[in-house]
């Protein structure tokens, strides 16, 4: 047996425009959530910059430490090779 079309349903093409909206502003909530996020980051690195903390050295230290510890041995020693072959 067919499903029976909604008439909201046929003036929106066949798109299911509930579901649709729901989708839309949950990612619109998310995209304004992560735009808040991003400014509280930027608000830390500001006030580790004033009490005299490198912001650069920062985001490097919070990249190494999503890595495996494996990994992160692995590129120092690398970075230790090329150090010495330049002579540094």
């Not at 349903?9 to 649709?20: F, M, T």
């Not at 009490?51 to 590129?75: H, N, S, T, W």
């Amino acid at each position: 047996m067919a499903k029976a079309v909604s008439e909201e349903e046929i003036k929106s093409g066949g798109v299911a425009v509930d579901r649709l909206r729901s989708l839309v502003e949950r990612i619109e909530r998310l995209e304004e959530e992560r735009k808040a996020l991003g400014s509280d980051i930027k608000d830390i690195y500001q006030e580790a910059k004033s009490a005299g903390f490198d912001p650069k050295v920062l985001r490097q230290l919070i990249r190494i430490r999503k890595q495996e510890a494996a990994e992160v041995e692995e590129q120092e020693t690398m970075l230790d090779i090329y150090r010495r072959a330049l002579g540094m």
